[in-house]
T-cell receptor, first 117, second 114 residues
Framework: AQSVAQPEDQVNVAEGNPLTVKCTYSVSGNPYLFWYVQYPNRGLQFLLK??????LVKGSYGFEAEFNKSQTSFHLKKPSALVSDSALYFC???????????????FGQGTTLQVKP | DTEVTQTPKHLVMGMTNKKSLKCEQHMGHRAMYWYKQKAKKPPELMFVYSYEKLSINESVPSRFSPECPNSSLLNLHLHALQPEDSALYLC?????????????FGPGTRLLVL
């Protein structure tokens, strides 16, 4: 079965400190990996994606993520957290399908990031 | 511009009402999606349209009826809903229905069924 895991329901960091939000995946074939952020009462905003190439992907708002094939991980990182980064973060994967390309997004359960001043 | 708009922002309806949600994008995207999201949970895919044709129906009850009148518009018609259908309904679009394509989400319609 294809799945995404975000092992932490909540991550707490102090403003100015580096942050990491973890994501691991299990898919057959090459994964296409995405990170989205959702602020309260808002839709999902695209942050970044990994398709192929450089394992370090840079995205919006200073976020980056590192693809690690051997550990099947795609952790989201930011060198210096802001209070305004506090939100719900979703990792998602679109597995490379064999027969029929559904393009379905498989989401993790989400991680709430709390950045305290 | 990666904007997907949705109307209305909020909707309250009774179980016997008929209402519609509307989604619009002007990015030239040919794939559009409806998702349902409960509080603090990941979005759940409901329907996918590709080139204005229904591509995926994730076994959604018939009280939800999608419609794609043209490449820019996506509607979700609601009839005889249940209180458990109360949720945030998100629309998304992508250039194509391909694994590499980024889905861009609208702000959602928050639905309350009484």
């Amino acid at each position: 079965a294809q799945s995404v895991a975000q092992p932490e329901d909540q991550v707490n960091v102090a403003e100015g400190n580096p942050l990491t939000v973890k994501c691991t995946y299990s898919v057959s074939g090459n994964p296409y990996l995405f990170w989205y952020v959702q602020y309260p009462n808002r839709g999902l905003q695209f942050l970044l994606k990994y398709i192929t190439g450089d394992n370090l992907v840079k995205g919006s708002y200073g976020f980056e993520a590192e693809f690690n094939k051997s550990q099947t991980s795609f952790h989201l990182k930011k060198p210096s957290a802001l209070v305004s980064d506090s939100a719900l973060y979703f990792c998602a994967v679109r597995p490379q399908s064999g027969s029929g390309n559904t393009g379905k997004l498989i989401f993790g359960q989400g991680t709430t990031l709390q950045v305290k001043p | 511009d990666t904007e997907v708009t949705q109307t209305p922002k909020h909707l309250v309806m009774g179980m016997t009402n008929k209402k519609s949600l509307k989604c619009e994008q002007h990015m030239g995207h040919r794939a559009m999606y409806w998702y349902k999201q409960k509080a603090k949970k990941p979005p759940e895919l409901m329907f996918v349209y590709s080139y204005e044709k229904l591509s995926i129906n994730e076994s959604v009850p018939s009280r939800f009826s999608p419609e794609c009148p043209n490449s820019s518009l996506l509607n979700l018609h609601l009839h005889a809903l249940q209180p458990e259908d109360s949720a945030l309904y998100l629309c998304a679009s992508s250039a194509y229905q391909g694994v590499q394509e980024t889905q861009y989400f609208g702000p959602g319609t928050r639905l309350l069924v009484l």
